[in-house]
């Protein structure tokens, strides 16, 4: 098992930075493939952000491609993302997810272990 929890939402103005922090307890954190992903009212699940453990390599959504980056910090067994240029439309529940080093990127169906989520409110 993997526990993750998310901090760092909050109220922002359009044009402002958050960084959202996940931190992962239980199992190995450095062998699995961390996920961010987000959900509006009314929305399906999107992806935002994926990061591998081997060679850090990282994916984006087409909507914050340029505007978020995605890192970890295996030794503090925590996964960051940080949002800047942010928009009306960033407003979601944004929750971190843990899968297996080859997991489907951007499936969240794929991803095994999931967070509560944190709020992010950006107003206009």
């Known amino acids: 098992q993997v526990q993750l929890v998310e901090s760092g939402g909050g109220l922002v103005q359009a044009g402002g930075s958050l960084r959202l922090s996940c931190a992962a307890s239980?199992?190995?954190?450095?062998?699995?493939?961390m996920g961010w992903f987000r959900q509006a009212p009314g929305k399906e699940r999107e992806f935002v952000a994926d990061?591998?453990?081997?060679?850090?390599?990282?994916f984006y959504g087409a909507s914050v491609k340029g505007r978020f980056t995605i890192s970890r910090d295996n030794a503090k067994n925590t996964v960051y993302l940080q949002m800047n240029s942010l928009k009306p439309e960033d407003t979601a529940v944004y929750y971190c997810?843990?899968?297996?080093?080859?997991?489907?990127?951007?499936?969240?169906?794929?991803?095994?272990?999931w967070g509560q989520g944190t709020q992010v409110t950006v107003s206009s």
């Open positions: 997810a843990a899968g297996p080093p080859g997991v489907r990127l951007g499936v969240p169906d794929a991803y095994d272990f």
């Open positions: 239980g199992r190995t954190f450095g062998s699995f493939a």
């Open positions: 990061i591998r453990w081997s060679g850090g390599r990282t």
